[in-house]
């Protein structure tokens, strides 16, 4: 059926852009001078509690020294805020909540340094404990405040920003799935634009779609611009380009149709007076210097977390005893470069499961196609009562600490996989086979077992080529929310 719909309920970017995006602007600056003002308060407060002070103040704040310092951090301030004004357009420019997070974490890695070498060069004396807390503060406060400020303008109906995708195809369709993913950037997609007139249905079922004649002759200007067409559609993408130019529509944004090639870390150039773009690409984890961070890394927190929940291993070990059999096992997997290691975990199963399994599969011809399917029973009989339990909190996977330790796994990685699912990588296999697997990832923390396998190999294959300490970190913390909400386990 053919879909078509008037433009007239999209709203006016223009409009919004004159009377709100001024006061988004001053919020999230008045935010992040809050989040800093409250931390060194909060520190002030302790500080006077102690009889001490992270200001270095012989004389307290009327000294000489005291409004020196307190200066000085409003500079530090100022020069920060400046920063994420001019340089990373922060207040101006909508960009995903990890690549922000990341920016404003480097920004304040570098002020906290210039503030403990100030501190050093003048010589003065100051609370060292205080001063790492003011900072641990100010580096939580800050996004957390952002955070919250954007949620308050979304519910205020002042930070949305009406938005339209031009393309009808599969580039159009992941382009608004990964927009929509990312609720605090704002962008509200409004209707896809047919491009050539001749898309008949809406690639998503909710939003509308636009023939271009109508977005000609109702919308131009109304709503921001995505461009995700095709491969093959480039002297329409121009011809797009060309003509939202000339009607004045500065902020076109271009999705282009580049699946497959690594993200992160890749340069980009151009030649002069040539339409020709070069992407350097780069494999993070080929380089020697990556490896090392992401293995110290490993080490480091593993360690960490082996002394911290040493008490409730003890305790999962005795509970899963009880019925006889050994505490953990280890299940032969696939690891760095095909090379075969005992995956461990604490025992979920009965100590019979292998036969029991061979007489499901021989004997049930449904339980044998969800075997086949994802190497999973939903509903698996061979789990024991503690077992339920531990795994779908994913404590079973504990003792894979003692994998990271070895070396034969890392905290974030590919998901560990046995010998026979190698062929569903199909050519992506080499990205599996090139990492250590993790106990985490990035299809842990993107549905796990509600996802089919076509879109666990993505992920994974996703992961390898984009690489970055900092994706490792954000992994992390999303496998603590997926835990703590327990999507997807069983």
């Not at 999230?28 to 001490?52: H, P, V």
């Not at 100010?138 to 519910?155: C, D, E, G, S, Y």
């Amino acid at each position: 059926m053919e879909q078509n719909t008037s433009a007239a309920p999209i709203p006016d970017w223009q409009q919004f852009h004159r009377y709100k995006a001024q006061w988004n602007k001053l919020a999230l600056i008045f935010s992040d001078c809050l989040a800093m003002g409250i931390a060194a308060i909060l520190i002030y407060s302790i500080g006077g509690l102690r009889g001490t002070n992270v200001f270095p103040l012989s004389g307290g704040y009327g000294s000489t020294e005291g409004i020196v310092r307190i200066f000085f951090l409003l500079g530090l301030g100022g020069c920060g805020i400046l920063w994420f004004w001019g340089k990373l357009r922060h207040y101006t420019y909508r960009k995903p909540f990890w690549s922000e997070l990341r920016e404003i974490l480097q920004t304040l890695s570098v002020l906290a340094l210039l503030d403990i070498a100030s501190l050093a060069f003048a010589k003065q004396n100051f609370s060292r404990l205080e001063w790492l807390v003011l900072w641990i503060l100010i580096f939580l406060f800050i996004p957390l405040f952002r955070a919250l400020t954007k949620v308050f303008l979304i519910r205020a109906g002042c930070w949305q920003i009406p938005c339209v995708i031009i393309g009808t195809g599969e580039n159009a369709c992941e382009a608004y799935r990964a927009i929509a993913s990312e609720k605090l950037m704002g962008m509200s997609i409004q209707a896809f634009v047919a491009p050539d007139d001749l898309g008949l249905h809406s690639p998503v079922n909710s939003i509308p779609l636009i023939r271009a004649h109508d977005y000609w002759l109702h919308c131009v200007g109304k709503a921001k611009v995505y461009i995700a067409l095709e491969v093959g559609q480039r002297e329409l993408r121009d011809n797009w380009i060309r003509r939202l130019s000339i009607r004045g529509i500065g902020n076109i944004s271009v999705i282009p149709s580049l699946r497959g090639i690594p993200l992160y870390g890749t340069d980009m150039s151009h030649f002069f007076s040539h339409e020709v773009m070069i992407l350097r690409i780069q494999n993070n984890l080929a380089r020697w210097s990556s490896r090392v961070i992401k293995r110290t890394f490993d080490l480091l927190i593993a360690s960490f977390l082996l002394v911290v929940l040493s008490p409730l291993f003890i305790f999962l070990s005795l509970k899963v005893r009880r019925d006889g059999g050994p505490a953990t096992y280890g299940h032969e997997r696939v690891g760095y470069l095909g090379k075969p290691f005992k995956c461990l975990k604490f025992r979920s199963m009965v100590t019979n499961s292998k036969e029991i399994l061979e007489d499901l599969l021989a004997n049930n011809p449904k339980v044998k196609a969800e075997w086949q399917k994802d190497f999973k029973l939903k509903n698996d009989p061979r789990i024991t009562p503690i077992g339920h339990f531990i795994r779908k909190t994913s404590l079973d996977e504990l003792p894979q600490l003692l994998n990271v330790i070895k070396g034969e796994m890392s905290l974030v990685g590919p998901r560990p996989i046995v010998t026979e699912e190698l062929k569903r990588y199909h050519e992506d296999v080499g990205y599996y086979l090139t990492v250590k697997p993790g106990i985490t990832g990035l299809w842990q923390v993107s549905g796990r077992s509600n996802i089919d396998y076509a879109s666990r190999v993505y992920f994974d294959s996703w992961y390898v080529k984009n690489w970055s300490l900092w994706y490792d970190i954000a992994i992390l913390f999303k496998t603590a929310r997926v835990v703590i909400a327990r999507d997807g386990a069983y």
